[in-house]
């Protein structure tokens, strides 16, 4: 893989990671990114590096997406509402908006301008609650999230420019990622939990039963596992799932954060119900022989990814 | 079954046979439309009916959504661009806009009303081509067409709202759909071919290879599939392929035209390629054993089906 680069949603906590690998080998890389839920500190010691660019802007600007387009041959797609939650009370547009249709204007602007190579960063939200463990990719998809609704949207549009355009394309279904680096809003369960037991270390909530038990996979593995398979699989539209294929328990992480914050006898209340939140997957592990046979296998199950994701955000 | 119905895209062709159906069961039906490619001569004769209410209007004007919302208890949304067909130079965001777009402005104009069953007309045209056939429901989608895409896009959504919303909800994927009724735009093979032969009768142009093979289902049969399940399974998320298990091949449909309309030694020519267009999915026979199972069988095989449809077409 040579030539510029496009990483969309760059300065998140996947993306930085992201642009600051395809930097280190040498990459020309342009991040675009409207620093919502990124964060200016997570590429500032990219600023500097020879090729690289930032353009700060919005997908559903149609001009600075094609100014970040511009010269580029190959684009990863992070930009997106992180936040698989949705509480009663907010906008149920903001997915439609910041996913489906910010990802249309990204399609549209790489046809126009001839580019015909993107990655995207799907999720397993896309399956909701699956009838089959651990979940292959040919599971039917019936989300229950509106984040995974219109991600599966945007997996169904890239399936049509890839047959009409004949783009080359591949879509990451990512497990839980965690890592160092925190986002600006949109909370996750570690960064929720280290929160709550500094304001008060004598108790918990934990939304949910805490029985919830999910697949985590490094930031910086989900990275490596991406530009494995863009090279790997250099055409056609693949869909891939990203994650290990064990699960580890919401109570496990809450034991994991108290004990190595040195807080004990910490008080659990859960909030109860099986999921955490309306359109929680309160359960699932992904298949991921598609990527290993490919090549590509996580290096950490969920719960060495989640230790080591406490012990980055802490030591930070 | 009963009180006030909605019909979206109730001028159409498929649309307007739900309509004159449920005003003859005595139902309180409302009709949105905005006549970009129903008719208004398709309801003529219902506008007078007793509890029969028409709403010119648009899925994306909010105002007219509401409006025809306001009261009811159960929505079939068969409003959406009919043209599967995408022409290079098309917008791209015709799909966009008027299937997922409008869909989500009816979900969420149902979710602020109160209403809480919506039956949906999606499409075949969400499985692109599949590797196993004929297709069940559980199969991969992987569109091929802007169209096709932003159907699976509108079902990932209906997916959510389901659970975020307790709503109940009917996805019926389409095989082709023919009858008595000709769009105001957006032409069906039968219907182009009818016109071309008018044109001229000594020779006929077929898109593709003419070995295209499809399910072909009469309207009035998917009509009576849809009034069926959202009577037999009244709760829950359900997905039913609605169509006949056996193909007809485009060529195949040029001589029964051509002998209906008593036009001899027609010269085909083929424009070529094993798709009519670009996101044409060249075969497919869907497998319909779900809406089977649930006491509903096409009366006529796609032959049947398309041969009652050139008959009335010709004999209106």
Not at 128 to 137: A, D, K, M, N, R
Not at 181 to 192: H, L, Q
């Amino acid at each position: 893989m040579s030539g510029r680069i496009l990483v969309t949603g760059g300065a998140g906590c996947i993306g930085s990671e992201l642009a600051g690998k395809l930097v280190a080998r040498g990459e020309c890389v342009t991040v675009l990114d409207n620093l919502s839920s990124g964060k200016r500190e997570h590429i500032e010691e990219l600023l500097g590096a020879p090729g690289f660019r930032f353009v700060e802007g919005d997908l559903l600007d149609r001009g600075a997406v094609d100014e970040a387009v511009a010269g580029v041959n190959l684009v990863y797609h992070l930009a997106a509402n992180p936040d698989v939650k949705f509480i009663p009370g907010d906008p149920t547009d903001r997915d439609l908006k910041q996913n489906m249709i910010g990802t249309y204007v990204l399609l549209e602007s790489m046809r126009l301008h001839g580019l015909r190579r993107l990655a995207f960063a799907s999720t397993s939200a896309v399956y909701g609650i699956s009838q089959v463990l651990p979940i292959p990719e040919s599971a039917p998809l019936r989300p229950i999230s509106l984040y995974g609704a219109t991600k599966a949207g945007c997996e169904a549009m890239i399936s049509a420019y890839h047959h009409l355009f004949a783009m080359d394309c591949w879509i990451f279904r990512f497990a839980n990622i965690v890592g160092a680096r925190v986002r600006a809003r949109g909370k996750t369960v570690i960064s929720d939990f280290i929160e709550k037991l500094r304001l008060d270390p004598s108790r918990l909530e934990i939304l949910g039963d805490g029985n919830q038990a999910k697949s985590y996979l490094l930031a910086s593995e989900c990275v490596d596992a991406m530009l494995h398979a863009t090279a790997a699989a250099p055409t056609g539209l693949h869909v891939f799932n990203l994650g290990c294929t064990d699960g580890l328990s919401v109570r496990r992480i809450a034991d994991l954060v108290a004990l190595r914050m040195g807080v004990a006898g910490v008080e659990y209340r859960f909030t109860g119900g099986e999921g955490g939140w309306p359109g929680d997957v309160p359960r699932f592990v992904l298949d991921t022989r598609a990527i290993n046979d490919l090549g590509w296998k996580a290096g950490r199950t969920s719960e060495q990814a989640v230790r080591h994701a406490i012990e980055a955000i802490l030591s930070t």
